[in-house]
């Protein structure tokens, strides 16, 4: 069992920024790649941008120059750092760990983005 702890959300202004945090624990050695979700009300989950152990980011082309994933290995955390925050980006951001044939989620934290 792998837990995910999230934070870092909260409201900003818009071309604001946040730092969300995930914190995973459990049998983390079976974990491969973190990453991040989003799902603003009424619309689908979808990804935000992921990072694999070795280091390789993946973003969905929205995000691309304004937020960045990384990882501290040391302290089993994945960040993603949120720039140039627009009101399109408020939603519950999920935290995601991949192991093969199963992903853990956590519990989501809110990003509100308004004036």
């Known amino acids: 069992q792998v837990q995910l702890v999230e934070s870092g959300g909260g409201l900003v202004q818009p071309g604001g920024s946040l730092r969300l945090s995930c914190a995973a624990s459990g049998s983390i050695f079976s974990i491969y790649a973190m990453g991040w979700y989003r799902q603003a009300p009424g619309k689908q989950r979808e990804l935000v941008a992921a990072?694999?152990?070795?280091?390789?980011?993946n973003y969905a082309d929205s995000m691309k120059g304004r937020f960045t994933i990384s990882r501290d290995n040391a302290k089993n955390t994945v960040y993603l750092q949120m720039n140039s925050l627009k009101p399109d980006d408020t939603a519950v951001y999920y935290c995601?760990?991949?192991?093969?044939?199963?992903?853990?989620w956590g519990q989501g934290t809110q990003v509100t983005v308004s004036s």
């Open positions: 995601i760990a991949h192991e093969v044939g199963y992903d853990y």
């Open positions: 990072i694999t152990n070795g280091g390789v980011t």
